[in-house]
């Protein structure tokens, strides 16, 4: 089962996990420390593959392609950031210059889940987030 990684923005659902807002156990404590932290090393990635290839960002234009068409030019845009990297080819921002590409996840950027999209939630959401804490962080 492929589960996403979420922030707050976003209603828990059975493929997408968010944060617990108010952790009481430190198993819970740990599920949060470790999402923030695979959620910022996502971001980031998001960042420099939009840096890397204009088209992927909204200042580069949209892209007019059926969704499939998209999610084809996106894997095709990994694949070909994965060549840059093991050729050690550096990622230039506008001003042409190079930018930091292995700095360390900022769990500042980790907010805590709304309190009110919990009734918006299904329960599997939640059954299958306790049993990843239970099981994964016990």
Do not use: W
Request: proline share 6%; glycine share 8%; net charge negative.
């Amino acid at each position: 089962m492929g589960e996403m990684s979420g922030d707050s923005g976003y209603g828990l659902k059975p493929m997408l996990m968010t944060p617990i807002a108010n952790p009481a156990t430190p198993q819970q404590r740990k599920y949060n420390k470790i999402h923030c932290s695979t959620r910022s090393t996502i971001e980031r990635a998001f960042g420099i593959l939009k840096v890397r290839f204009r088209c992927l960002d909204l200042t580069g234009g949209t892209l007019q392609y059926s969704p499939q068409g998209v999610c084809r030019l996106i894997v095709l845009c990994c694949m070909l950031h994965n060549t840059a990297i093991a050729r050690s080819l550096p990622v230039y921002n506008d001003e042409g210059n190079v930018i930091e590409t292995n700095s360390a996840p900022n769990d500042d950027d980790c907010g805590d889940e709304d309190e009110q999209l919990l009734d918006q939630n299904l329960p599997s959401g939640h059954d299958i987030r306790d049993n990843l804490i239970l099981n994964v962080f016990a």
